[in-house]
């Protein structure tokens, strides 16, 4: 597919936001100075489930410089209760106080707040709060949350089980009546949290005078919470203004008003003061959302030439004490894209979605990312299972580039990918055969290497057609605005929240090809619900289509309006032959283009100061809006191969070598991209190799500090070879795709597989993460005593 010429999109340019962040000028929500601000410090549950018979506040009151202590009785009365309960057919409503009232859910659960004059003092004095316990049993796995007598999480439901959805597509079971084998395999996904280097933190400030809220937040979806937040302290939205600075990090953390946050505003609101909260670190670990945690099943029915017939998948996912998103919505997704980028149209799926004493989840960087694991890991058991290479049951499957678009089982259509040029091009990167001759010879000297395939068809932008169609709570359309001043510069808006991810540099680019002005004339404002347009905020790698793709759109209005009033100056009966390249209006004549004379500075200074002269019904000023909803879906696409080795004596793995191919479509700014694509792997191989949120039988969270919840650093994180490819997608603005995600997915995959291809000789199945080297070595120690016990037994049996 020819790609589009382009002169702004595709530039290698510096990244606008560096010179501040790099340089110590960013502005973060503990960077704002406001005179005369107390600061709050939540009384935190040290139980997993326990009711709450009492809470003694008066030690704490009375200590020196604490202003008040404020309980969830006091929040109730001057904030609703958050309601989860979308109209969703499997789905259990949720209710929750503010600040709990009557029972804590999980260790970490905010029973308190101290409001003091500095946190150091609100610290001390959260310690002098007693709080009086029954301490309840708690329900710590998946497992014991599924068994009918396990006690309730939620007392207002009558189970744990609080979402269950079933489809069927075609007829799975009569494909495994007709397979020449049906293939099992499960699959783990462990618990993990988002870390960002900014923990969560806010400040309020109450105007009585306006009756007006200014919350400064660091939000992925400032203009979200804002209609929470208006909701829940019963405002209007026109009384609250949300303000996101620089963020650092989100990763789906920063998406959710949560209730501390909550509390913040409510109290600037009854003290008539300003209320600043920080998170420490061990706060964030424990009680911030977590993630992921499923159980899944794959039951793949195939013929005995490895040809995938049909596919049954079961998911169960462990989502917590509470519900700060619908239930279904990780897993559905999940479920829906699963198949990716193979033929197969008798698909059927169970997801189950299960209460337990630990912090909500919320989506993090790919929610879905297990999906790629799920359906490679299944091709390689199926390799496995019938002694074939798992490249040659992979170009099997796969979905060629004819096929497209392709609808898959689920109803979602696929187009604009190149699935086999990705792993083509990946494949022939790292040397395939060599490297097979390569493990044969290292296997020989008792060295144990793998590699790891793992194509990924990311699901990015997420339409509200998606989310109607997926029986999922949503909307998925942005909103952008552009002004061009009388001096010629442009500002412009859209309603993403940034937490790190370039917007400025990438939607510049947008906005100058769509208008046609160098990047650097282009100012980008984000964050500040007064100022930008009402949009759905960053998540689901829908920056780029969403929000850059509305700016596109605007910019392109923009254009049009400026070439029309540069044709009416220049006596032409209309702009066919005009076009605005560096802020320039250039016309063709002869075949080539040629400079008219005028500047973007002179059609801003007629439309502004000189009105008359426009062309007739033409409105004076340079200022235009535009909204866009995307399609349901896009789609990138990229093969990840991993190199590593295995330590037997260990279980210690080194990732030896790791290439991308990826094609994300029309790439905005090469700088960001190249970003994303490193970040993301980085992120999915960390989580794969050490992350864990670990709690014990007793729902103690045994991971609260960074000693315990390990990270990946550069030293344990391989070079990254990236192979680009740009197919643009056909439905959305200028081609543009998401891709922000799909790194993590391939990395899961990727390395998940490696490992597993590692240890095959010692038949050795890993089928659940993180991949540590305890795990591994408990592995490959239980395949030797097997296999010493069954050799021990041979012998025994052989006549003598």
């Known amino acids: 597919m020819p790609t589009p010429e382009f002169h702004y999109i595709g530039q ?23 005179p005369g601000a107390l600061h709050a410090c939540f009384v935190r549950s040290p139980h997993a489930h326990a009711r709450i018979l009492a809470i003694d506040t008066r030690a704490a009151c009375e200590m020196p410089g604490v202003t008040a202590v404020f309980t969830g009785r006091d929040l109730a009365q001057w904030t609703t209760r958050q309601r989860m309960a979308p109209p969703i057919e499997g789905l259990q409503p949720m209710e929750a106080d503010t600040l709990p009232i009557d029972k804590v859910r999980f260790q970490g659960d905010p029973v308190a707040c101290v409001i003091a004059s500095d946190r150091y003092l609100a610290e001390d004095a959260a310690e002098r709060v007693l709080v009086d316990y029954e301490v309840l049993p708690a329900v710590t796995s998946m497992w014991h949350a599924l068994e009918p007598d396990s ?124 209320v600043r909260w920080r998170e420490d670190r061990m706060e964030n670990l424990l009680a911030a959302a977590h993630a992921r945690e499923d159980f899944c099943r794959t039951r793949a029915a195939v013929d005995a030439g490895g040809r995938l017939l049909g596919l049954e998948l079961e998911i169960i996912e462990d989502f917590g004490a509470y519900s700060f998103f619908p239930g279904n919505y990780l897993a559905r997704v999940v479920a829906m894209i699963l198949t990716g980028p193979y033929k197969v149209q008798d698909y059927g799926y169970d997801v189950r979605v299960v209460l337990s004493n630990k912090a909500g989840n919320s989506p993090m960087r790919a929610p879905m990312a297990i999906t790629s694991w799920l359906i490679e890991g299944t091709m390689d058991a199926i390799a496995h299972e019938l002694g074939l290479d798992p490249v040659a049951v992979r170009r099997l499957n ?145 920056g780029g289509t969403a929000g850059g793709g509305t700016l596109y759109l605007c910019a392109r209005q923009a254009q049009a309006k400026v070439l029309a009033i540069a044709a009416h100056h220049l006596g032409l009966h209309d702009a066919a032959s005009l076009r605005m390249r560096d802020a320039r209006i250039e016309r063709l004549l002869d075949g080539a283009w040629a400079d008219c004379g005028l500047s973007l500075v002179d059609i801003a200074r007629i439309a502004y100061l000189d009105p008359t002269a426009l062309p007739a019904g033409t409105s004076p000023g340079m200022e235009f809006h535009e909204a866009y909803d995307p399609p349901p879906m896009t789609y990138s696409n990229t093969t990840h191969v991993c190199e590593v080795e295995v330590e037997a004596q260990t279980g210690a793995v080194r990732v030896r070598r790791y290439v991308v191919a990826e094609d994300c479509g029309t790439v905005l700014s090469p700088v960001v991209v190249e970003g994303q694509q490193h970040g993301a792997i980085a992120m999915g191989l960390s989580g794969t190799l050490l992350e864990q949120v670990f709690y014990d039988e007793s729902g103690q969270n045994l991971s609260g500090t960074l000693a315990d919840y390990l990270v990946a650093t550069a030293s344990e994180l391989p070079n990254i070879e990236i192979v680009p490819m740009h197919t643009p997608n056909r439905s959305t603005p200028a081609g543009i795709k998401g891709m922000a995600e799909g790194g993590v997915m391939g990395a899961i995959g990727a390395l998940s597989n490696a490992v597993n291809d590692a240890l095959l000789p010692l038949g050795v199945v890993v089928d659940r993460q993180p991949l540590t080297p305890m795990y591994l070595r408990g592995l490959i120690r239980k395949a030797s005593e097997s296999t010493s016990k069954a050799s021990h037994e041979h012998f025994q049996h052989v006549p003598g």
């Not at 936001?17 to 704002?32: K, S």
């Not at 744990?160 to 799975?172: I, T």
């Not at 293939?183 to 400040?203: A, D, L, W, Y």
């Open 151 to 274: 006690p309730r999480v939620d007392e207002q439901l009558p189970s744990n089980l609080l979402s269950h959805q079933r489809a069927m597509f075609g007829d799975p079971a009569a494909r495994r009546c007709q397979a020449h084998r049906v293939i099992e395999r499960t699959f783990s996904m462990h618990r993990q949290t988002h870390v960002p280097i900014e923990t969560r933190g806010c400040i309020a400030v109450w105007d009585e005078g306006r009756q007006h809220l200014t919350f400064h937040l660091g939000s992925q979806v400032p203009h979200g919470c804002r209609t929470t937040l208006a909701a829940r302290l019963r405002l209007s939205e026109s009384q609250v203004s949300v303000i996101t600075p620089d963020v650092g990090g989100g990763f789906g953390q920063k998406i959710a008003l949560y209730r501390e946050e909550l509390t913040v505003a409510a109290l600037a609101r009854q003290l008539r003061t300003p």
């Open 398 to 542: 796969m979905l060629h580039r004819e096929e497209l678009p392709y609808t898959m089982a689920t109803g979602e259509v696929l187009a604009d990918i190149t699935l086999r040029e990705t792993l083509e091009g990946a494949l022939a990167v790292v040397g395939y055969e060599d490297f097979r001759l390569r493990q044969k010879r290292a296997l020989s000297q008792q060295r144990y290497l793998g590699l790891g395939i793992c194509t990924v068809v990311e699901s990015t932008t997420y339409g509200s057609r998606f989310y109607k169609a997926a029986g999922i709570q949503g909307s998925g359309h942005e909103a952008a605005w552009l002004r061009i001043e009388p001096s010629g510069a442009v500002n412009a808006s859209v309603g993403l929240g940034a937490t790190g991810q370039g917007y400025e540099t990438s939607l510049s680019q947008a906005v100058a090809e769509g208008l046609g002005v160098p990047p650097e004339n282009v100012h980008i404002h984000l964050g500040h619900t007064d100022i930008a347009p009402y949009g759905m905020g960053s998540r689901g790698a829908r």
């Open 12 to 34: 290698h340019l510096p990244r606008k936001e560096d010179h501040r962040l790099l340089t110590g000028r960013g502005r973060y929500v503990d960077d704002i100075e406001v």
